[in-house]
């Protein structure tokens, strides 16, 4: 008997309190999206397409941070219908920029916003996927990085470990020949406690790496917190340095943390 | 007219090929349209709360993270709320390169919705792969006319999505001449690509139905309006941008996230690229003024489903310009101009894609943010989408309810609305009870 044809991966492509670029990195893939898109049957991605199927999925890539109640509900369904979960980006990653409200008094906080609370409904943290769910992998930066991207998928899709590298942002730099920023210029950089995957994009730039790919492995925050004291940075400046993108990334919370008048 | 659909409720409860998170409802009663809305339930993010207390030079980089599809228009306004706050003005190459990377975000973000978004539509395709299954020659096209625009973005920003190479004053580091000219070959492709785009999109068939809109949009003495300019609009307002909060007013809804924008004692307005067009038809470039004729289009379009044949024509435009302005450039001395803070409150509005993006703050004179407002396009044209559907429903009570969502989905499409954008700037004030 003639078996039945092999059935086409299955991908969802979900989204929670997020701007939409991390996603958005997936249509970026220009000369691959049809190519991919033959690959595997693009079971759920509202941002392409009004066809969608309930699932199970094989793979799906969850972008954004949990911030309702109904949203912690929502993943909790999506991870039962995934065979493997993959968050996208620092709101999926760390909870976002949006996370700078877990380090406010949330009453205040609230008073300053809102003008009628009773419409809206919010928690007053924002978590990452994992804070809610098992995930399988993170694919850190805000944004993705397509590259990094398309090896996420391209692994997934063959049942083997991404090969995203967890060394800093200061690799890179020597790999693309930079010159470091920080010793020849004196410009504050988080490039040695920053997760690698831009390239060494700001360096390039002649710009200090500002950590939007959050903590590397093991980051000696407090080291680097010291030599940018000696370029003049202010406890204020560190606080703020640390508290972007990845605000709610532990090392980089912590970090912050101590900083705090 | 059979009685059930006299009475029935159209619903979509997450809407497709949008940024973010929206649903649309709409309920007729006894044959009328009885109520209409366009719901955003996407979580807010509260930005305006957290800019309060962050360095001016901060807000370029924090506000682009609002919008993933429209990062450059978050950076552009807020760059010129603060050089306007310190007195600074950004001119010659600084500003042509400002001019450039906001080409390449039009060209990408208008190649995404008339390819991926909003075409399926036209031609009764769910998404734009399956469009691809059929016309897979045109789907590449409408992909590599993005890619040329996110080239242009990846070339002066670093990245196509939150680059990192803008700043107040400026840029951190300029392209050399060779570096910048080496964009102009791929360009010439793109623009020949949206010549095509205009002729294919203006073959599509468009539903009977036109508006009376009062459009707003910027006006400069020269230039199709992308960064600056004043505000204007079809019927009379002519503001400096710094006036813009005196002129519109906004309300908090109880089925929305974002707020509802309207222009005091007027009401509904429109922003976006057929109030551009309307507005600065003579400021377009030769070829795609010729484009637009050749396409049929007058020199105002109030028929919002042809505002795919407008974007067509501004991708033509966008191409243009960039090539116009990559031919004269000569590299800079410097990347940015000095910005010193002092305290005072600086207005910025650019043309993002989806129509005027207004950025105020006050800051003090050690340049911390002390009041942050953003006025995203999508919460302006939100009143308008509302009416857009009431209208369209009540004139087609007799589609049944398979054609009439889908329809209806397509009218909210012609917005290329970014809700993600319109819900970060839930911005409330206080209300003391």
Request: glycine residues 10%; contains cysteine.
């Given at each position: 008997m003639a078996r039945a044809q092999r059935q086409k991966p299955r991908l969802a492509v979900w989204k929670f309190a997020s701007c939409d670029g991390c996603q958005l990195t997936v249509l970026n893939l220009e000369d691959e999206l049809l190519p991919l898109a033959g690959e595997v049957e693009i079971a759920h991605f509202l941002e392409a397409s009004r066809a969608t199927a309930r699932g199970p999925y094989d793979l799906s890539l969850v972008e954004g941070s949990i911030t309702t109640a109904h949203d912690a509900e929502r993943i909790r369904q999506i991870r039962e219908r995934s065979r493997f979960l993959v968050t996208i980006g620092a709101c999926a990653t760390a909870g976002g920029i949006q996370a700078l409200r877990n380090f406010k008094d949330v009453k205040e906080f609230i008073s300053i916003v809102y003008a009628r609370p009773e419409y809206i409904a919010t928690l007053d943290r924002s978590t990452p996927i994992a804070d809610h769910v098992q995930v399988d992998f993170e694919l850190r930066g805000c944004p993705i990085d397509r590259g990094q991207l398309l090896e996420v998928l391209t692994a997934f899709l063959h049942g083997r470990r991404p090969n995203i590298p967890a060394h800093s942002v200061c690799v890179e730099c020597k790999r693309r020949g930079v010159v470091c920023v920080m010793v020849a210029r004196g410009v504050p950089c988080l490039g040695p406690v920053t997760h690698a995957g831009c390239g060494a994009l700001c360096p390039a730039h002649d710009r200090g790496c500002y950590g939007c790919f959050g903590p590397m492995e093991t980051p000696n925050t407090a080291s680097l917190s010291a030599w940018w004291r000696k370029l003049g940075v202010t406890d204020d400046g560190l606080v703020r340095a640390f508290r972007t993108f990845n605000a709610n990334a532990p090392e980089f919370r912590k970090e912050s943390e101590r900083h705090e008048p | 007219m059979s009685p059930d659909r006299r009475t029935r409720t159209i619903k979509v409860d997450a809407l497709a090929r949008v940024e973010g998170e929206g649903a649309m409802l709409i309920r007729i009663a006894g044959g009328r349209v009885s109520e209409v809305q366009l719901r955003i339930y996407e979580p807010p993010r509260f930005f305006e709360a957290f800019l309060r207390g962050r360095g001016y030079t901060e807000a370029v980089d924090i506000t682009s993270r609002i919008c993933?599809?429209?990062?450059?228009?978050?950076?552009?306004?807020?760059?010129?709320?603060?050089?306007?706050?310190?007195?600074?003005?950004?001119?010659?190459?600084?500003?042509?390169?400002?001019?450039?990377?906001?080409?390449?975000?039009?060209?990408?973000?208008?190649?995404?919705?008339?390819?991926?978004?909003?075409?399926?539509?036209?031609?009764?395709?769910?998404?734009?792969?399956?469009?691809?299954?059929?016309?897979?020659?045109?789907?590449?096209?409408?992909?590599?006319?993005?890619?040329?625009?996110?080239?242009?973005?990846?070339?002066?920003?670093?990245?196509e999505v939150h680059p990192i190479n803008v700043r107040v004053g400026g840029f951190y580091r300029v392209p050399t001449t060779s570096e910048l000219r080496a964009a102009a070959e791929p360009l010439k492709w793109a623009r020949d690509a949206a010549l095509e785009t205009v002729r294919w999109v203006s073959r599509f068939s468009f539903p009977d139905f036109e508006q009376d809109y009062e459009m707003v949009a910027l006006r400069h003495p020269s230039e199709y309006p992308i960064t600056e300019g004043r505000l204007v609009s079809t019927r009379g307002l002519d503001i400096a941008v710094r006036e813009f909060a005196d002129h519109v007013i906004e309300e908090h809804v109880p089925h929305s996230n974002a707020l509802h924008a309207a222009i005091r004692g007027r009401g509904t307005y429109l922003v976006g690229p057929m109030a551009r067009y309307a507005l600065n038809f003579d400021r377009l470039s030769p070829l795609a003024r010729e484009a637009a004729r050749e396409a049929g289009l007058g020199p105002v379009c109030r028929n919002p489903f042809q505002s795919i044949v407008v974007r067509a024509v501004e991708l033509v435009y966008a191409c243009d310009e960039a090539l116009r302005l990559i031919e004269r450039y000569e590299r800079p001395d410097r990347p940015a101009l000095e910005v010193p803070p002092r305290a005072a409150t600086g207005h910025g509005c650019t043309e993002a894609p989806r129509g005027i993006l207004y950025h105020r703050y006050t800051i003090d004179a050690s340049g911390t943010i002390l009041d942050a407002k953003i006025v995203p396009p999508t919460s302006q044209n939100q009143k308008a989408i509302e009416e857009d559907l009431a209208r369209f429903v009540q004139d087609r009570l007799d589609l049944p309810t398979d054609a009439m969502t889908w329809q209806c989905e397509q009218a909210i499409r012609n917005y290329d609305p970014c809700i993600s954008c319109a819900t970060h700037f839930l911005r409330l004030e206080v209300e003391q009870v």
């Open positions: - | 993933g599809i429209c990062p450059i228009a978050y950076q552009m306004s807020a760059a010129n709320a603060m050089e306007d706050a310190c007195g600074v003005r950004v001119d010659g190459a600084l500003h042509d390169l400002r001019r450039i990377i906001y080409c390449g975000e039009w060209i990408e973000s208008h190649a995404l919705h008339v390819y991926l978004l909003h075409a399926p539509d036209f031609l009764g395709y769910e998404s734009a792969v399956q469009l691809a299954r059929d016309h897979a020659a045109i789907v590449q096209r409408g992909l590599q006319l993005k890619k040329a625009g996110n080239g242009l973005m990846a070339l002066l920003g670093g990245r």
